[in-house]
């Protein structure tokens, strides 16, 4: 059995977790510790760059040893150290990559950089014994990709978004709406007593065999709505229409890639799939299609340390280890 400690700094939450595991065992979290900085941000209206890496350094210390105290071990009993390299905010990677790295050292166990998107990916299978063949979407704040999944590392891209992220969309549209950041829970919120059939906004390229996303001309749609109505909207239909139509897109072309790569089985991660409606669409539009459908725990969707600490110890368990002159990188890609 390993135990590896992680951190997740990537953008705005402060977070640091412990998993237990071996191969072919499911993956014990015993400890998943959050700080996140929404009502920091909230006032400003999205993330301040410094105002995040500041809060990092300020929480994590605090962090590890709440952990450390919930998962009953002491650090000296840790076997190898992970943290989100990439992708993300440079100042706030360079924290916890740069805390991570200092443990490892001090305690001479391995460290390991972990990209932040494989994070999500992995953590629908998190408390699982196996990562099996599947099409992945992963749906936050700043991606939406669809990928081919063969196994742990073994990743191919299918496609991804030309513009906006899905979480980004929400955010822009909520901000439109003059709702709080982040914009996703908020629609969601308003959206439960509306119509999503009182407005047919764009379903874009929907239609069209690629996979890739385009939420720019849904978000531009909503503002001449918006616009053309001087405001007198019903906010909770535009909202349920909006959500309606990302819903619709994200399923079309999701179950578009599960058919082109030959996969019955999907796989739902990222802040967004936290959509209730989301995951209640997918798993309907899965059951009749004949696929299986995984979504990762709600505890698990937004970012959080636990899916850095899971992808950490399949890299760990199979021997692998980053070198600890790795830098950050703010733009790694997955594949
Ligand atoms: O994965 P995540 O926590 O951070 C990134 O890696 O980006 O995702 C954050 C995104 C934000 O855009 C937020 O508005 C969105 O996830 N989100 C939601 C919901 N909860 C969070 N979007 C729609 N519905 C929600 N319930
Ligand atoms: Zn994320």
Redesign the pocket.
């Known amino acids: 059995m390993a135990l590896l400690l992680a951190i997740e700094s990537?953008?705005d939450?402060t977070a640091v977790a412990i998993v237990r595991g071996a191969a072919g065992r499911a993956t014990e979290v015993l400890a998943s510790e959050i700080s996140s900085q929404i009502a920091l941000h909230r006032e400003h209206g999205g993330v301040v760059p410094e105002l995040a890496s500041r809060h990092h350094s300020l929480r994590l210390r605090g962090l590890v040893e709440k952990a450390l105290a919930a998962a009953g071990t002491a650090l000296s009993d840790i076997d190898a150290f992970a943290a989100t390299t990439g992708p993300g905010l440079a100042s706030s990677l360079l924290i916890g990559s740069t805390a991570a790295k200092g443990m490892a050292c001090a305690a001479n166990r391995p460290f390991l950089g972990i990209n932040?998107l494989e994070g999500?990916l992995l953590s629908p299978f998190l408390e699982r014994t196996a990562v099996p063949p599947h099409v992945a979407l992963i749906?936050?704040?700043?991606?939406t990709l669809l990928l081919d999944v063969e196994g742990p590392g073994r990743y191919r891209k299918l496609g991804g978004t030309r513009d906006d992220?899905?979480?980004?969309a929400?955010?822009k549209v909520?901000k439109m709406l003059g709702l709080a950041y982040?914009?996703?829970?908020e629609?969601?919120r308003v959206a439960r007593g509306g119509n999503p059939q009182a407005y047919n906004f764009p379903r874009s390229m929907l239609q069209d065999a690629h996979l890739d996303f385009s939420f720019s001309g849904l978000k531009t749609a909503v503002l001449y709505t918006l616009q053309r109505a001087e405001g007198r909207v019903v906010v909770s239909d535009l909202a349920a229409s909006f959500?309606q139509a990302v819903i619709d897109i994200l399923i079309g072309k999701t179950l578009r890639a599960a058919q082109q790569a030959g996969r019955n089985r999907i796989a739902l991660s990222?802040?967004?799939s936290?959509?209730?409606a989301?995951r209640g669409a997918l798993q309907a539009a899965c059951a009749k299609a004949g696929h299986e459908c995984v979504t990762a725990a709600p505890d698990f969707?937004?970012?959080n340390a636990a899916m850095i600490a899971f992808a950490g110890l399949l890299r760990h368990l199979a021997g692998e280890r980053s070198s600890l002159g790795e830098d950050i990188h703010p733009n790694l890609p997955l594949v």
């Open positions: 990537s953008c939450e932040h999500h749906v936050s704040g700043g991606h992220a899905a979480g980004e929400f955010d909520g982040p914009g996703g829970p629609i969601e959500q990222g802040g967004v936290l959509n209730q989301l969707c937004a970012d």
